[in-house]
């Protein structure tokens, strides 16, 4: 056999053998295709549902809400413990203080700590707002004043037998008259009976929560040994406690006093301070103070003047302790 010939076998057995190869493959293509045996997926699992996150429970915050109609009688009783300390220039004569003596005895020409008690019987009927703004009508009976330096053995008596009053408290205006009016204001018992009445209104707005704070700032005018004085009063509130019967409000205050007057033959000039913190008892279904229990501390720098003397300058220090509890009438 010839080379050639060798050579055309070969390839033709190469091209053979590819053919097949080929053929083979298309033809389990074409059977898959065109009925060959079917090749069934395996189904995808299903997934396991997780349970639902319990939702996050709603928390139920307490507000206040009170009656617009309050009414109550109240039994309030102060002790005021009062020093004073005056003081004049090195030329002159030496300086005279009042102070403290645990025993209140006098010494020589000087007074112990001055001890004033008063005692009210005091009656309220207020319309109050959402904001807790009121007005109101009231009266002061059985007001009684006692200082250490009256006549220990004389009885105490009234200083008047009943006091009628009117008042408006809101966010800036505390004001509480007598009715009639007095034709003068200055250095009258009824004012004290007044200050204390005064102390019973409260304002607690409608939806204040624990731990809510509110303001209060007012202006009001007094009357002093006969020196007109002006009071800027900041007032802050926060409600401490509250449950299903009672709220418990915390009420702070500070002051700033001033005031000029006298004659051209004495000339007074007054300044001071004043802080305090009362806290108020109060039930929720009525919207009436049960209890009020609080100090303050007044402290006064007056100074005299007159042509022909040697100025004075006079400080004077008040601390207050009160407690007022509602009486059933």
């Not at 009210?120 to 004043?145: C, E, K």
């Not at 004495?266 to 229990?293: M, P």
Request: some cysteine; proline content about 7%; charged content about 25%.
């Amino acid at each position: 056999m010839t080379t050639r010939a060798r050579v055309s076998r070969v390839v033709h057995a190469v091209v053979t053998h590819r053919w097949t190869a080929c053929t083979g493959l298309i033809g389990l293509a074409m059977a898959a295709a065109c009925g060959g045996p079917a090749l069934t997926p395996s189904p995808a699992p299903t997934p396991t549902p997780l349970p639902d996150a319990p939702a996050p429970p709603v928390r139920v915050v307490a507000r206040v809400s009170l009656p617009s109609r309050i009414a109550g009688t109240w039994q309030v009783n102060t002790v005021a413990r009062i020093t004073a300390t005056e003081t004049r220039p090195a030329d002159s004569r030496p300086s005279v203080t009042v102070r403290t003596d645990p025993r209140g005895e006098s010494r020589g020409d000087l007074r112990a700590e001055q001890r004033i008690e008063s005692r009210a019987l005091v009656s309220w009927s207020m319309d109050r707002t959402p904001i807790g703004a009121l007005r109101a009508t009231g009266q002061v009976d059985s007001f009684t004043v006692r200082s250490t330096l009256d006549n220990p053995e004389s009885p105490t008596r009234p200083a008047f037998a009943l006091l009628l009053l009117d008042a408006m408290l809101d966010s800036v205006s505390a004001r509480v008259v007598t009715r009639p009016l007095l034709a003068n204001e200055c250095d009258r018992p009824e004012l004290g009976a007044v200050a204390l009445a005064k102390d019973l209104l409260i304002r607690i707005p409608d939806g204040v929560a624990v731990g809510d704070r509110w303001r209060d700032s007012t202006v009001s005018l007094v009357c002093r040994t006969g020196v007109p004085i002006t009071v800027h009063t900041s007032t802050q509130y926060q409600l401490e406690r509250l449950d299903d019967n009672r709220a418990i409000v915390v009420r702070t205050s500070a002051a700033t006093l001033e005031g000029k007057g006298g004659s051209a033959f004495r000339a007074l000039e007054l300044s001071g301070t004043s802080t305090g913190t009362q806290r108020a008892d109060v039930r929720r279904a009525t919207g009436v103070l049960e209890k009020l229990e609080g100090t303050s501390t007044l402290t006064l720098q007056v100074s005299e003047r007159s042509p022909a003397g040697v100025p004075r300058v006079q400080q004077v220090v008040q601390r207050i302790e009160l407690k007022a509890e509602r009486v059933a009438r």
